[in-house]
């Protein structure tokens, strides 16, 4: 039944955008969310069959490689390897969760809410999977144009400019990384856009020098490391919580995944080099976002802050180059997808009810809604890294290589740990415990089908918190592959 | 040949159609028909079938390049008489010699696109620009656009003496007309060489609005009628870029180290210049008038660059920027409110227009998937490969960023904000051919390489 030319790299990418074609194209509201779901459930299918497949045996179902611009020397070329699997799995479980979350939301111009919807997760899964430099600019970039669309069209009062914001940094941020894209391109012996080229590119330290900005202000943007962050509050804040979701679950991974799979093995020595200034800006980055977060009176701003603390710690981790914090990284891209999912969620069944985000408005919700308590203090717990929960894996596993890397970085890093347990403590505290007062006064319990969205994220949590087996299988050869790149080099 | 010929008849043509009948719907369909036979004769020549074998004693010679530009202008101009043609019925009543002039300026374009004598360049660029002293001034009860005009003449003339004064020069110094015989860039350069490059520079810049010899484009472009003005900023501006980087090429290319640093700066120049200014613009017409002057400066890339990437990716850039500027050129003419504000929500009473206006503009801005985007990457390689200089390509790429400001601003009044309706007409027929420009520019974005192929036969 599987052959070659039905391959899951190449499905991955077709049935999000031939569904997000078809939402288009639909009149009616409730005909549109039903195939939206559908949709994305397929994707997820697909996702799931592929991972019966992961081993080398099945190589030709994992990597394709279409002719497409064959004069500019630049091919189709995708590939589903231990760490895009990780990533494409997470985009594929996100989308079905998000449509799950926000079913009762109601949109104007439903049909395109939900093409771009789809159109967004296509960008991604291109992303994560192209194996051409400049199919990877494409995807990058289609990525982010239904966001912008998304972010300005449904959301807050100052959701035009938040989204604007947005979009001017981000591109500017992916011109300088066309410009080195192209550069490299100039310099491969073989005229070609292939990864494998690039990879093949002797580049001298000075060149790996400028072009490791070039590329990394892109990703920065995208991530963000500090001081590149500033357009993150806003834009998720005005966004509507779907889009929120989208952005701070899945899209800030396209940096994260774009330094392991571009710029680490392109540019080693500048990584060597630069590494001190990178790290020392992300820590300072989650001591700031930690700081902020503590302060926060809105439960998105909070929220918000407390996962720029979270990649600060990734993009740390990864410039250890150290092989365990890069598993570590690799898993915690999954796990602080789902943990965020799952905090948004909550925050969006709160401002359903109540209408309120402010955290001093909102209080005693655990009396109404026990249930809802339970469920969100496990996922926050998960989200401070508690062991036995997802996030307590890759976070050791990063902070122990950051530890290696330099004990100065290591104990100013774990000092956000503290924080975020101060914050979100404070948080639960608040929200849900102390009396109700009118806001809260009338606030029902859940239904069914938020417990059952809310117990999948649960059931996720504790599954890779207590069995990280099969994701450590998917990753480490990811690793491995990586190391071997870079000490070639 | 065949074009060259065939526009100046067929502008007489067009004139006596003025005469036979009043009747403006028959002019169109005489132009439209003009243009397709244009069409087909410059493809015939192309495919090796020349109709006039007449001798111009080598001051003319016909590349494929120069054959396949030719068709690319001319299919703009097809597209640009079917959305804009009956628009410019509302101009004035002399519709049939509206299209006759611009026939005129067609066969300037085809000699600008073939010269290898500087006395072609002189009249080719001449033939081009006459007449669009004329259009610019068709509105004439209309103050505005008598001072377009007015300015547009005094300026254009002001530069073509300055090009015929660097034509003398490099006569004086070397004693020939024909670009290839100049022999220049072999032993020492005297002054005269040096003063000859620089003033053809400068007058070449006039032409194609570089900063800083720029002033006279806004101030034209809005004064003039606006059907006039989308074909005064995309195919004339097109031309005149093929003109200037012909002209540096054959004649300049191998001194090209000694003036590159010249064509840097008024490239970088431009891009900021016509970036920045736009930024601040409150009429989308104005806006558009800044926009083509920072195109211009990435256009300017390929003069600096003089190389083959360069001269592929400018004419990926001609028919991108040309498409989708006349897109929005079409849809602006019918729109009564030319700022900002009157864009408000368009996309919710017209929505196939906001579309495909949206289309193109992420095309003027440059974003993938589109064909804007394949224009500036040539640009962009072209440079690169260059080497030299990489500043500049740091200057054009920050620019780029600027130009998603302006353009953004449309697409957000359209799709963003809330507004009235425009209540503009527009008829199912013009709304097709829209669709088709804008599912070009589309294509061209997704696979440039039917375009390029010609050019490498």
């Given at each position: ?222 991530m963000p490391i500090f001081p590149f962050h500033t357009w993150q509050p806003d834009a998720y804040e005005q966004s509507t919580t779907a889009v929120t979701m989208v952005l701070s679950g899945v899209m800030v991974k396209m940096g994260v995944f774009a330094l392991i799979r571009w710029l680490i093995p392109l540019f080693p020595d500048a990584v060597k080099n630069y590494a001190n200034i990178v790290i020392g800006l992300s820590v300072v980055g989650m001591i700031y976002a930690s700081c902020i977060a503590m302060v926060q009176n809105d439960l998105k701003r909070l929220v918000a802050y407390s996962s720029i603390a979270h990649i600060g710690l990734m993009s740390a981790a990864i410039f250890t ?169 | ?457």
């Amino acid at each position: 039944m599987l052959s070659a030319f039905d391959n899951f790299p190449a499905l991955l990418i077709w049935f999000p955008l031939i569904g997000g074609v078809i939402a288009f194209l639909l009149k009616q509201e409730s005909s549109v969310k039903t195939w939206a779901m559908f949709s994305s459930i397929m994707t997820l299918v697909v996702m799931g069959v592929s991972l019966l497949y992961t081993d080398p045996k099945h190589y030709l179902l994992n990597q394709v490689s279409y002719f497409w611009l064959k004069d500019l020397g630049s091919s189709f070329g995708l590939l589903l390897d231990g760490m895009s699997r990780i990533l494409c799995l997470l985009t594929a479980i996100s989308f079905p969760l998000i449509f799950a979350a926000t079913w009762n939301t109601n949109y104007k111009n439903t049909n395109s809410f939900y093409g771009l919807m789809l159109l967004t997760q296509c960008g991604l899964m291109g992303v994560f999977l192209a194996t051409d430099a400049l199919v990877f600019y494409f995807f990058w970039e289609l990525a982010l144009i239904p966001v912008y669309f998304l972010a300005s069209q449904w959301g807050g009062e100052k959701r035009i400019q938040a989204a604007f914001k947005f979009f001017i940094y981000t591109f500017a941020g992916s011109l300088l990384m066309l410009i080195g894209i192209l550069y490299i391109y100039l310099k491969t012996a073989d005229q070609s856009f292939s990864l494998f080229s690039f990879y093949n590119t002797v580049l001298s330290t000075k060149e790996q020098g400028w072009l490791f900005w070039l590329f990394f202000i892109a990703f920065a943007i995208k991530m963000p490391i500090f001081p590149f962050h500033t357009w993150q509050p806003d834009a998720y804040e005005q966004s509507t919580t779907a889009v929120t979701m989208v952005l701070s679950g899945v899209m800030v991974k396209m940096g994260v995944f774009a330094l392991i799979r571009w710029l680490i093995p392109l540019f080693p020595d500048a990584v060597k080099n630069y590494a001190n200034i990178v790290i020392g800006l992300s820590v300072v980055g989650m001591i700031y976002a930690s700081c902020i977060a503590m302060v926060q009176n809105d439960l998105k701003r909070l929220v918000a802050y407390s996962s720029i603390a979270h990649i600060g710690l990734m993009s740390a981790a990864i410039f250890t180059l150290q092989p365990d914090a890069m598993q570590g990284v690799m898993i915690q891209m999954f796990n602080h997808g789902i943990n965020i999912i799952g905090l948004w969620i909550v925050v969006e069944l709160i401002e359903q009810q109540t209408g309120v985000r402010k955290i001093s408005e909102l209080g005693g919700v655990a009396q109404k809604a026990p249930i809802l308590a339970i469920m969100l203090v496990v996922i926050a717990l998960a989200n401070i890294a508690l062991p036995l929960t997802n996030a307590f894996v890759g976070e050791f596993l990063m902070f122990s290589g950051l530890f290696r890397f330099n004990a100065w970085y290591a104990a100013v890093a774990g000092l956000s740990i503290i924080l975020a347990a101060v914050y979100t403590l404070n948080m639960i505290k608040n929200v849900f415990y102390g009396n109700t007062n009118q806001v809260t006064e009338k606030f029902r319990e859940i239904t069914i089908d938020q417990r059952v969205i809310l117990a999948v994220i649960v059931v996720l949590v504790f599954m890779v918190g207590v069995f990280p087996g099969p994701m450590f299988q998917l990753v480490e050869q990811a690793t491995d592959v990586l190391f071997k790149r870079i000490s070639a080099k | 040949m065949n074009a060259i010929i065939l526009s100046a008849i067929w502008g007489v043509v067009m004139m006596y159609t003025g005469v036979v009948t009043r009747k403006k719907s028959i002019s169109r369909i005489v132009a439209i028909v003009g243009i397709l036979l244009l069409i087909t004769v410059n493809w015939l020549e192309y495919a090796g079938v020349p109709f006039f074998n007449i001798h111009s004693a080598g001051m003319l010679s016909f590349s494929s390049f120069g054959l396949v530009f030719n068709l690319v202008l001319f299919v703009c101009t097809l597209f640009y008489f079917l959305l804009s043609g009956s628009d410019m019925e509302d101009v004035g009543d002399n519709v049939a010699d509206y299209f006759a002039l611009i026939f005129f300026v067609l066969c300037g374009t085809a000699i600008a696109t073939s010269f290898s004598s500087l006395l072609m360049l002189f009249l080719g660029i001449e033939i081009m620009t006459i007449p669009l002293y004329i259009l610019a001034a068709s509105d004439k009860r209309n103050l505005k656009s008598n001072e377009a005009a007015l300015k547009y003449f005094l300026m254009g003339t002001f530069s073509t003496g300055l090009m015929l004064m660097g034509i003398a020069f490099l006569y004086g110094a070397t004693g020939t007309f024909y670009t290839e015989g100049l022999n220049l860039g072999f032993g020492k350069i005297s002054p005269m060489i040096m003063a000859g490059i620089v003033l053809l520079m400068i007058s070449m810049s006039f032409k194609v609005s570089a900063v800083p010899f720029h002033f006279w484009t806004p101030d034209v472009y809005d004064g003039s009628p606006t059907v006039f003005t989308s074909f005064m900023a995309t195919i004339v501006k097109a031309a005149a870029f093929m003109a200037f980087l012909r002209l540096f090429e054959n004649a300049f290319g191998k001194m090209h180290t000694q003036w590159q640093l010249m064509i840097a700066i008024i490239a970088a120049a431009t891009m900021i210049v016509g970036n920045l200014t736009a930024v601040f613009q409150q009429s989308v017409k104005r806006m558009l008038a800044y926009s083509s002057i920072a195109q211009a400066g990435f256009m300017l890339l390929a003069v600096f660059a003089l190389n083959n990437t360069g001269k592929q990716g400018l004419v990926v850039y001609a028919a991108a920027y040309s498409l989708a500027t006349i897109g929005v050129f079409a849809v602006l003419i019918k729109m009564k409110d030319f700022t900002f504000e009157g864009f408000n929500g368009l996309a919710k009473y017209q929505p196939l227009l906001a579309a495909l206006l949206t289309v193109f503009l992420l095309s003027l801005a440059g974003i993938p998937l589109t064909a804007g985007f394949f224009a500036k990457y040539y640009m962009l390689v072209a440079a690169l490969k260059n080497g030299n200089m990489f500043w500049l390509v740091i200057v054009g790429v920050l620019c780029a960023a600027i130009s998603v400001y302006y353009y953004f601003r449309v697409i957000q009044a359209m799709y963003f904000k809330e507004g009235n309706d425009p209540e503009i007409s527009v008829s199912e027929s013009f709304k097709t051919i829209l669709l088709v420009v804008g599912i070009l520019v589309v294509l061209l974005g997704i696979h440039p390489d039917w375009l390029l192929h010609m050019l490498n036969d």
